[in-house]
C-alpha cells in the first residue's frame, strides 16, 4: 500500500509565524486525517477531513484538502513554542480493509520562542 | 480517564525470547492496531483488529501474532524476536463501524530493543 509524502521534512519558525505542511497521495482516499506527535510519545488526533470536504477549521488549525492534485496540507496559524513536534498525515484508502490506515513519513517542526 | 495503556514501556531482550506487549484500552472502542514506527519511515501497520476474535493483516505484520479475545486486551507477541524488530511499538484503538474510520487513541509507545 501507499505511503503518504510529507513536505518540508522539517521546517523551523518563530513564535507567531504560520506553518504549513503538506501530504501527498497516491491513490484514492476515503478520509484524511492529521495526528502530532511529541518526541517519543504517543501520537494525537488533531483534525479528519473526509474526502468530499475541501476545507476543515480547528481552532489554530485549517485543514485542506485536493483530491484532484492528491494533497492535503496543514496549516498552523500564530504559532507557539508548545507546536514545536512531528507532524503526520494518514489515510484511508478507498478498497482497502476497513479501519486500515496509511501515515505519511512526517513534518518535523520546531517553534522557537 | 480514556486512555489506551501498554507495557512494558521499555524492553532489552534477546534474539530468540518469546515476549508479549500488553495493550488494553478503557474506551470500550472496537477497533484496535499496532503499529511501528522506525526513523525515516513513519508508522507502519502491524495488525489490526475490528472486534474481539476479529483480527488482520497491516503492512508489515512477518515476526509478530496477535489476539483479541477480551474487546479491552490486544496483545502483540514476538515469538522469535530479531534485531530488524528493534523499533518504537504503539498499540492505538478507536470506534469503528462500517465504512467510517474515526479518530484513534494511542498509547505511550514501547521502545524494543533487540541484541
Known amino acids: 500500500s501507499q505511503q503518504g509524502e510529507e513536505d518540508p521534512q522539517a521546517l523551523s519558525i518563530q513564535e507567531g509565524e504560520n506553518a504549513t505542511m503538506n501530504c501527498s497521495y497516491k491513490t484514492s482516499i476515503n478520509n484524511l486525517q492529521w495526528y502530532r506527535q511529541n518526541s517519543g510519545r504517543g501520537l494525537v488526533h488533531l483534525i479528519l477531513?473526509?474526502?468530499?470536504?475541501r476545507e476543515k477549521h480547528s481552532g489554530r488549525l485549517r485543514v485542506t484538502l485536493d483530491t484532484s492534485k492528491k494533497s492535503s496540507s496543514l496549516l498552523i496559524t500564530a504559532s507557539r513554542a508548545a507546536d514545536t513536534a512531528s507532524y503526520f498525515c494518514a489515510m484511508r484508502e478507498v478498497n482497502t480493509g476497513f479501519q486500515k490506515l496509511v501515515f505519511g513519513t512526517g513534518t518535523r517542526l520546531l517553534v522557537s520562542p | 480517564e480514556a486512555q489506551v495503556t501498554q507495557n512494558p514501556r521499555y524492553l532489552i531482550t534477546v534474539t530468540g525470547k518469546k515476549l508479549t506487549v500488553t495493550c488494553s484500552q478503557n474506551m470500550n472502542h472496537e477497533y484496535m492496531s499496532w503499529y511501528r514506527q522506525d526513523p525515516g519511515l513513519g508508522l507502519r501497520q502491524i495488525y489490526y483488529?475490528?472486534?474481539?476474535?476479529?483480527?488482520d493483516k497491516g503492512d508489515v505484520p512477518e515476526g509478530y501474532k496477535v489476539s483479541r479475545k477480551e474487546k479491552r486486551n490486544f496483545p502483540l507477541i514476538l515469538e522469535s524476536p530479531s534485531p530488524n524488530q528493534t523499533s518504537l511499538y504503539f498499540c492505538?484503538?478507536?470506534f469503528g463501524g462500517g465504512t467510517q474510520i474515526y479518530e484513534q487513541y494511542f498509547g505511550p509507545g514501547t521502545r524494543l530493543t533487540v541484541t
Open positions: 483488529s475490528m472486534n474481539v476474535e476479529v483480527t
Open positions: 492505538a484503538s478507536s
Open positions: 477531513i473526509r474526502s468530499n470536504e
